[in-house]
């Protein structure tokens, strides 16, 4: 597959902690994206990360890129209730975003 | 800054009726994209625009799926006829893909229920 690969498929921690799940690709990308969807609502967009970028930040959240093992990483940090929601990377592939299935993040109180 | 703007937000219809969704996408993006989500799944790609050219469509079931994009930048997609397995969530998203592409944006989607 050459779509995003979200990884663990499924993750539960308490309010607080951090979060962490992790994309693997197949193939050479310019771009990936990290997008976090609500039950039922729309895709809202989180961070963008170019291939020439190794990290960047955004509030309480950080990404990762390493080219070389093809993957990505998002960091939640401090989590919250709020932050409950499916998250998926979306590797740039050709000129599309390929998205993968999501991982499944529940922040319980 | 208005957002990529979905019509109807819910559609509920018989199989082998007609079903149009349309689209506004993000003032000055020339990239639109239309994705079909299925329960418990990440968006699958239907078709990409280019302006008004569609440059992608290789995942586009062309029996029953249309598209356009009339002159750059409204877009409709219809299905006709529609069958069971076409209940999904159908989303739209634009960016602006220029020497470095941005990032895209969604809009909240259409829920299509076929019964």
């Known amino acids: 597959s050459q779509q995003g690969e979200e990884d663990p498929q499924a993750l539960s921690i308490q309010e607080g902690e951090n979060a962490t799940m992790n994309c693997s690709y197949k193939?050479?990308?310019?771009?990936l994206q990290w997008y976090r969807q609500n039950s039922g609502r729309g895709l809202v967009h989180l961070i963008l990360?170019?291939?020439?970028?190794r990290e960047k930040h955004s509030g309480r959240l950080r990404v990762t890129l390493d080219t070389s093992k093809k993957s990505s990483s998002l960091l939640i940090t401090a989590s919250r209730a709020a932050d409950t929601a499916s998250y998926f990377c979306a590797p740039e592939r050709g000129q599309n975003f390929v998205f993968g299935p999501g991982t499944r993040l529940s922040v319980l109180p | 800054e208005a957002g990529v703007v979905q019509s109807p937000r819910y559609k509920i219809i018989e199989k082998k009726q007609p079903v149009a969704f349309w689209c506004n996408p993000i003032?000055?993006?020339?990239?639109l994209y239309w994705y079909r989500q299925n329960l418990g799944q990440g968006p699958e790609l239907l078709i990409r625009y280019e302006n008004e050219e569609a440059v992608d469509d290789s995942q586009l079931p062309k029996d029953r799926f249309s598209a356009e994009r009339l002159k750059g930048v409204d877009s409709t997609l219809k299905i006709q006829p529609a069958e069971l397995g076409d209940s999904a969530v159908y989303l739209c998203a634009s960016s602006y893909r220029g020497i470095r592409t941005t990032e895209a944006f969604f809009g909240q989607g259409t829920r299509l229920t076929v019964v």
């Open positions: 003032s000055g993006h020339n990239t």
């Open positions: 193939t050479s990308i310019n771009n």
């Open positions: 990360i170019r291939s020439n970028e």
